[in-house]
Structures are given as C-alpha cells and as structure tokens.
C-alpha cells in the first residue's frame, strides 16, 4: 500500500510525540518538528506508511541518540495489559466459543497503538473489548477456522507492547508449539520487540523470533534471513496491526490480517467506518505449494 | 494565543484539504502539500494560529490563482443552514427562555467550521444542536445578561458561512438596530464574509460590515480603520468561533467568546473536554470608560 497524503498530517503529529518521549524540552521538540517538517517534504510517497514511519523514526533517533524514546510508554502499556490479563482469560475460560472470543480480544488489544493516537488509557482499551465482544463478527472467520485446522506451522506478526498480552489468548487457542512469535527487530514506536514479549511472558508460551527490521510493519526487503525463512515456509500468517496490514496486504500469502481499522485512510481502504474491528486477507493468491492439504481435500 | 506545536499538523491537514478545494489534481494536491511542509517548517510560532492560517492560504491562494476555494462549501453551508433555519426558529420561539436558547444554538452552529476538520454533516450539525441544548449552561451567562441589559452598542463578529445563519437567532434577541454584524474582508478557509451575510439575508435585518482582513480571526493590526472604530467604540463585543478566541482572547475589551472547543489545544486552554460548547470573557479587564454605566450604578 502506498503511503496517502492522507498520512502526512499524522507523520508530523507522530514526530511531535516522539519528540515529547525522548525529552521535556519544549525548544527542542520545536526544532525537531521544523526539521521532519523539511524532511516530509522531500519524502517519496512510493513506500508504504511503515517504510516512511521508519525513516522518519530512525532519523528522529539519529538526531538525539535515544534508540527507545517509548520504552517507558512500553513498560506501561504491558504492565497495564497484564493486570487486565485474569480477567480476559476468564472470558475466554467462559466463552461459548473460546477461539473466537480470543481472537475478538486480540483484534481489541491493537487498540494500544502510540502510531496512530498520541496517547491510550486504560478506559479506552476497556471499551475497546466491549466493542470487540459485541460487534458483528464478519470478516474471514471460517477461512481462518478452516486454516487453522490443517495448518501445521503459524507465523503470528505481533504489533505493539501490551497488546501482545492479548495475543497471548490468541495463541494459546492455536495449539502453541506450531506457532512461531515474531516481532520487530528493533524499537520503533511501542511495537512489541524481544524485550516485550519477555517482559510479558509470551517467550514461555511460544518460540519468539525477532524480524531484524525496525519497521512499524513487516518490510520483507528489510527483514533478515531467518525471519523470512520462516514467513515464506509457514502455511498460516496471522498478522496484527495496521502496520503489519499496510506491508503486506498485498502479498500472495496466505495471512489473515487482525487489526482495529484507526484512521480514514485505513478505514476507507477495507471499507468500514474508523474504529471497527477488521479481520481480512491478503489479496495475492494465497498458499501455493505451502499451504498444507485441506482435511477434505 | 500563541501557536502551539500541536497546530502545525492541524495546518498540514489544513492546507491538504484547501488544495482538494482548489483541484480533483492529485499531482497538484502532492506539489502544494510539499510546498506547505517546506514552508511550515519555517514559520514564526510567536504569532496567533489565524495569522499563521492566514499566511498559509493566502500562500496557497497565490500558488493557485483561485481567491475563493471554499466558495461552494460555503454556498452548500448556508443553504443547509437555512433549511434548518424554521426549525431553529421554532426552537427558540417556544423556548422558556429565548435568549437562552438562540445562545445556545449560535454556540451549536460553531460546528460548521473547515478549519478545525474536512467536512461538517448534516447530521453533525444537528447533533451539535441537540448537544447544545442540552450541555450545562454555565459560563460568563449572567455577565452576558447584564452586559446587554445596558450595552447601546453591540459588536457581532461572526466566523463562518452557515454558522451565521444560527447567529441570526441570537441577533434577533439582542434588539437588532444596536448590533453591528461583522464578517471577514475576504475569503479565509470557510469564513463568513459579505457574500455570505448576503445570501442568507443578514443584510435585511442587521448592519453588516466587513473588516478588512482575510485572517481566520480577528487580528486588529490587519483589519480596516472602519472595523476598528467600530470595534473599540462597542459597549459589548459578541465573537464567534476559535478563531476569534485565539486572536482576541488576552484583548483588554469587553468581549463574550462563544464557539465550540474543537481541538485539544483549545480544549485544554479553557479546561473543558473537545467538543464542548463554550461561552467564555476576555481576559484583560473589560470596558474601560467605553462600557455603559450598569442599570444599579
């Protein structure tokens, strides 16, 4: 997908928020902003909001030196997930349907994303499971059942901290020792990294990779090699996120796509009002050889 | 008002929409944008958000040639306004308090403002009303009261088209023959100016001026002597919108604001959350010897 004009007015407030992570100091955000200001303007508009988002990100830490201005925004966010963590288990514990009251809960979780909102508290993330229980569940739910019966490797894209505690619901319903975790190579944003999914315990649950690559989506150009082995070899790719959405939405594999749709141009593109939960497909042809059999093939 | 940071995302969204006025030319729309965040990144922030937004338009306007981008959202928002208007007035005729409510609706009508977002509903409009209606009553409403009871002159300064059509009913409280009704110099985003007093029939039951200024605001080094004369020779001075509450705020003058809090910059200036209908007072002492004397002096 490439990157709207649509997205420049949320660049330039996503740079005036990191700037407000990484120090106090209301001159330098100022002189900050000027600079992504003269930046954006050169940008090219070619690349998908995740490859503009890194560039931008990257120079934001080239310019101060900090590589982790969301680290403590990170820590909050898990530990705020966490405390949530007995009571979402209790709902799918009770759930006339397990699988899909998590996987309602893990599209619930994206709403703890610092790309596309300045700021999420905790009320905002409440309401964010009422709305995910209650909503009609459409989308590629039987696909996504049908693949997950045959399926005997899963590639899970995680996105951001804290919410890859309620992905932790999702991948305990998926069989875990299929299920492989990847999340980004490096801190960009409050994407989840290797340092998340320890501080939250998913690296007990479930063998956790790193992709290399400190896009806020899945760049397979900029990935390394062993995250790519396993992207291309697994029959079934659940990614989260809009980020993860925007990279690969396209791609001829076979990935169902989890995410809470947060912006207008995101929300047009799936053709559902801002704010709704949206599980979809990759457009590409999906599987080829490595798809595993259907069970009643 | 100084401009805070949080602004310029706002103007790059802004100048993003004001270029979708000017063509359906997604080439021209990338070329201003561009040009705009090259510019941006240089401006003054010492100055009111208006006077940047005035420099910012009145930039795209000579870029393009068109002197009126907005002359068809106008057109639409008055006839919206109007076709609203029966209802209104019926609203206001049976109120238990009419000046309460024509207030009231003059503050719902603040809605239909371009510079704050895309693109105003019909239906945005007449939740705006029914919030109106309902919200807390609180603010500087006793003050107003007392203001008019001895005020021989009364300065209107109205912020856009449509909106001034909601305006009318409370101009029609306040004994029209000692209001002045005054509107932008020339066309600013979706800004009331003379047409627009004109075509919803303003001009029949109020002296209308304009101010001689194109700025999203009132800024009265750049408004016309007459303008002037009038503004500090007013008893009482009623301004609409965000606008006029960014520029006239901190003005030594006995000016009421009415307008709804649209943005957070706003919203935490006078404490209440975005969205809130506001009815707020200069904050520099009011009057001076131009106030007329109260009733029990």
């Given at each position: 997908m490439k990157t709207s004009l649509d997205c420049i007015p949320c660049f330039v407030r996503q740079a005036l928020d990191a700037a407000r992570h990484l120090s106090a100091d209301m001159t330098f955000h100022e002189r900050l902003l000027r600079d992504v200001l003269r930046w954006t303007s050169e940008m090219d508009l070619n690349h998908s909001p995740p490859v503009l988002g890194q560039r931008i990100h990257r120079h934001l830490r080239e310019l101060t030196g900090n590589d982790d201005p969301y680290r403590q925004a990170k820590e909050d966010q898990n530990r705020m997930a966490l405390e949530l963590l007995p009571e979402l288990e209790a709902m799918v514990a009770s759930a006339a349907d397990p699988l899909e009251t998590a996987i309602r809960l893990a599209m619930a979780g994206n709403v703890i994303d610092l790309g596309a909102k300045s700021a999420v508290t905790p009320s905002q993330v409440r309401q964010s499971v009422q709305q995910a229980l209650s909503e009609?569940?459409?989308?590629e739910a039987a696909a996504l059942r049908q693949a997950l019966s045959t399926a005997q490797s899963i590639l899970y894209l995680a996105d951001n901290a804290g919410e890859i505690v309620f992905d932790r619901l999702l991948i305990e319903q998926l069989s875990p020792p299929r299920v492989t975790l990847a999340v980004r190579g490096a801190p960009i944003i409050n994407d989840a990294t290797l340092a998340d999914a320890r501080a939250t315990g998913l690296d007990a649950l479930v063998a956790v990779i790193d992709n290399g690559s400190d896009a806020p989506g899945t760049v397979l150009e900029d990935c390394n090699e062993a995250f790519r082995r396993y992207y291309h070899e697994a029959n079934l790719i659940i990614a989260k996120g809009q980020g993860n959405f925007e990279t690969?939405?396209?791609?001829?594999?076979?990935i169902f796509f989890l995410f809470q749709a947060k912006c207008p141009v995101i929300a047009a593109h799936v053709g559902q009002p801002v704010g709704t939960h949206i599980m979809t497909r990759s457009t590409g042809p999906s599987g080829h050889n490595k798809e595993t059999p259907h069970a009643d093939d």
């Open positions: 009609p569940f459409a989308g690969l939405s396209d791609a001829p594999d076979n």
